[in-house]
């Protein structure tokens, strides 16, 4: 029997810390039960102290996931720890996850603490987490730089005092993968009890070394590993859950251990990511990557041809693509609509919801024969299925673009339910579109992103557009779909000025 390799995946908690990747707590949610059907162990769905909608996401994910443990972070303090008890309480299982810095630089330079200080309030933190679960984590924050004896002090005093997970982040992507393998093992080796307790790797990828890392740690006996989906993470990201999982399945000669994830799940889990935060996937970016799989020289597609595995080290099937199977057609009717959505794990919240997102779906498949799984992904994600939240709306469109003439853009709008016209020349129609929509709005706002991909194959695809916007150091990303790309864009422009209308505040920076 191999060991059970765990996979705690942050891209909710450390993902979302990268720069303009915020999400709202619907989005969380949705990733989240993507993140259960993909059969992730541990989901870190954020950090309850940081805001209350913070909190609020990691109360709803707690609410809503069964199969996977939900955790919410903590620093060292009570009320951190309190916050993310209470934020975890509705979950099926519910981890608190506590950290304080242990490098030398942190202690004396962040934390202005001794490292007797630090010892003595990692103690107590755990305590205090206790009374909450006995599922609790804690974490050396820089323990990658941080001195050996020292870790093995404040681990077994953690572990005493009832940690059951014990992680050790290269929090700002220093070390190199036999240096990091031999700190695990030095660990394993010294630190009391330490057969009790599950070690954890959590990399950073500022050289280009997270999964080397933390894949040399899980051979050097970690048995969890804490991961994103694409790598998302602050500055170069985090170790990537896609590429962790495939290489220890495919190389199942090497690893003592396996994880328990649905690989199929991958793709469509981070196109989901991508969608919503407005992250491309670079296209040669292992496993999730647009090119990953295609064989563009003749003598590998001779070689694929005759036999699969002369260039092929895995199946594309098996990590999810191509299986945007054709769903529903023009024909299909409200219950097997309906079906779908269960299937694919989106959840209505009212019927309401549920004829409005019908009608689009019938508008969609007037335009287009074929509906694909990512299509209505797409289409759950337009806020027209949940009008409550709607405070702009796009209600018709006309787009003026012909060699010589200045382009134009003329648009009716439902402003809070009333409608009003408004019109805008520009550089393109695009340009023109945005400019229309800001002589109502008057934002404010600074464009900080606008892409387009194409969301399934053919020149029938709908465009699917990121808006990053932002004010006052608020950052929201806005999504749109439609088969015409001008007016996909004006709708993820409106879908970002929808979510910086309704309230999120951070109250608390990031850390
Ligand atoms: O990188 C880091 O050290 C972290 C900790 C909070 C685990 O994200
Ligand atoms: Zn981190």
Redesign the pocket.
């Known amino acids: 029997m191999k060991d059970h390799l765990i996979v705690f995946d942050?891209t909710l908690?450390?993902g979302e810390?990268s720069p303009g990747a915020s999400m709202t707590r619907d989005e969380k949610l949705r990733i989240a039960r993507q993140l259960e059907r993909m059969r992730v162990d541990v989901i870190e769905a954020g950090f309850p102290a940081a805001s209350n909608g913070d909190f609020e996401s990691v109360r709803a994910i707690a609410e809503a996931i069964r199969e996977s443990t939900v955790c919410g972070?903590a620093r060292a303090n009570e009320a951190d720890i309190r916050r993310a008890g209470e934020a975890i309480a509705p979950a099926a299982r519910g981890r608190i996850?506590t950290?304080i810095?242990t490098s030398p630089i942190h202690m004396e330079m962040k934390l202005r603490m001794t490292p007797d200080q630090v010892v003595e309030q990692a103690v107590r933190a755990v305590g205090w987490a206790k009374e909450y679960t006995d599922d609790i984590e804690f974490?050396a924050?820089?323990?990658g730089r941080s001195e050996i004896d020292f870790l093995c002090r404040i681990f077994e005093a953690v572990i005493k005092a009832g940690a059951k997970t014990i992680?050790v982040?290269?929090?700002?992507g220093y070390n190199v993968p036999e240096q990091y393998a031999q700190t695990i093992r030095t660990l394993i080796e010294r630190v009391p009890d330490a057969d009790k307790v599950v070690w954890s790797v959590?990399c950073?990828n500022d050289l280009g070394l997270a999964v080397a890392n933390s894949l040399a740690a899980v051979m050097a006996g970690a048995r969890q590993v804490?991961c994103t989906l694409n790598g998302l993470g602050?500055r170069a990201g985090?170790a990537a859950l896609e590429e962790l999982v495939m290489a220890v399945r495919t190389r199942q000669d090497v690893f003592p251990c396996d994880t328990r994830i649905d690989a199929t799940q991958i793709v469509p889990a981070s196109k989901l990511v991508s969608g919503v935060t407005g992250f491309p996937v670079q296209p040669n970016k292992a496993i999730v990557g647009a090119n990953a799989f295609a064989h563009e020289s003749g003598i590998h597609q001779d070689g694929v041809l005759k036999h699969r595995e002369t260039y092929e080290i895995m199946r594309a099937e098996d990590v999810g693509w191509g299986a945007n199977k054709l769903v529903l057609g023009k024909h299909s009717g409200r219950n097997a609509f309906r079906s779908r959505l269960q299937e694919i794990g989106i959840v209505v919240a009212s019927e309401e919801h549920l004829n409005h997102a019908f009608a689009r779906f019938k508008e969609l498949a007037d335009k287009k024969h074929e509906i694909f799984d990512e299509d209505i992904q797409a289409l759950m994600s337009d806020e027209v299925v949940t009008p409550d939240q709607e405070h702009y709306r796009l209600v018709a469109s006309r787009f003026h673009s012909e060699t010589g003439e200045t382009p134009r853009a003329d648009l009716t709008l439902s402003v809070d339910g009333q409608e009003t016209r408004t019109s805008a020349e520009g550089s393109g129609p695009v340009d023109a579109a945005f400019k229309a929509i800001e002589a109502i709005a008057g934002s404010g706002t600074e464009l900080l992103l606008y892409s387009v991909n194409a969301i399934t194959t053919g020149t029938d695809a709908q465009g699917e557009v990121t808006v990053r916007l932002a004010r006052e150091g608020k950052v929201v990303n806005g999504q749109g779909a439609d088969t015409d790309i001008i007016v996909a864009s004006a709708k993820a422009y409106l879908n970002a000025l929808n979510k910086l209308h309704s309230k999120f505040e951070r109250l608390n920076p990031q850390?």
């Open positions: 942050t908690r450390d810390q972070l996850h950290f810095a974490s924050e820089d323990a992680n982040p290269d929090t700002v959590h950073h804490e602050e985090n850390l």
